[in-house]
């Protein structure tokens, strides 16, 4: 398989750590960024380091940026710079465009130029930490789409130890469908319908968001 290629545009915190997780992946990644200090830090880093105004669609093209599997434009508080770069890379021709939005304004603004991935990564960040101290019990959830999610809950409620999912009429009774559960160090992937369930056991749900959260506050 051929090295995943992607460019990240700014070098901030985000673009940092973004650009971290792909070469710890195995990925090719180039990093642009306007400010010498932030391109020095990760010159031993990145595949290639480059100083530039990526406003300046010359650099751009010279960089070849069309031929990127993958653009992150991670530019923070200069919005009208973070605009102007994805409407150049969107009209050189990259296929995946992912953009960070400072805004729901920004968001709507990189929406209409038709970046395919639009993150707010603190807000985003925010509602998850918020959930979680909501509930105890949700360990960790991934939306998959806007009706449903799949989630990690912690069995805390009595009402279902020493019972088994077949037992429990789990599946009709809860609308959920059980993809595996943990028991301390121990993943079981597709249990066993007849697998009794033990206090502090975890179970990883997929199902409908409301099912899912009601089934959540049974524990607690
Ligand atoms: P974060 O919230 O991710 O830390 P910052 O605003 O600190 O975001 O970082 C954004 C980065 O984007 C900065 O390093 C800045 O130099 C860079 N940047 C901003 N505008 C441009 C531009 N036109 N071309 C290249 N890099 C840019």
Same mark, same amino acid.
């Given at each position: 398989m051929t090295k995943q290629n992607f460019a990240i545009i700014g070098l901030g915190r985000f673009g940092g750590s973004i650009c971290q997780t792909l070469i710890s992946a195995g990925a090719e990644v180039l990093v642009i960024d306007k400010d010498e200090a932030r391109i020095n830090d990760y010159k031993n880093i990145a595949t290639q380091a480059v100083i530039a105004d990526a406003q300046d669609e010359n650099t751009l093209k010279a960089l070849g #940026?069309?031929? $990127? =599997?993958h653009v992150v #434009? &991670? #530019?923070?508080?200069d919005i009208q710079a973070s605009i102007l770069v994805t409407l150049m890379v969107k009209e050189l021709g990259v296929k995946y465009v992912t953009a960070k939005a400072q805004n729901e304004y920004h968001a709507r603004v990189l929406t209409k130029l038709g970046v395919d991935k639009v993150v707010h990564p603190e807000r985003d960040m925010g509602v998850r930490i918020g959930r979680n101290l909501i509930s105890k019990n949700m360990l960790d959830y991934l939306d998959l789409s806007s009706d449903i999610k799949v989630a990690e809950i912690r #069995?805390?409620?009595?009402? $279902?130890? =020493?019972?088994?999912l077949e037992a429990l009429n789990f599946r009709s009774k809860y609308a959920l469908n059980v993809i595996a559960i943990r028991r301390e160090k121990k993943v079981e992937i &597709?249990?066993? &319908?007849t697998m009794a369930l033990e206090l502090g056991d975890s179970l990883l749900v997929v199902g409908r968001k409301k099912d899912v959260d009601n089934f959540d506050k049974l524990m607690e």
């Open positions: #940026i069309r031929n $990127f =599997d #434009i &991670a #530019i923070g508080e #069995i805390t409620s009595k009402k $279902f130890v =020493d019972k088994s &597709a249990p066993q &319908a």
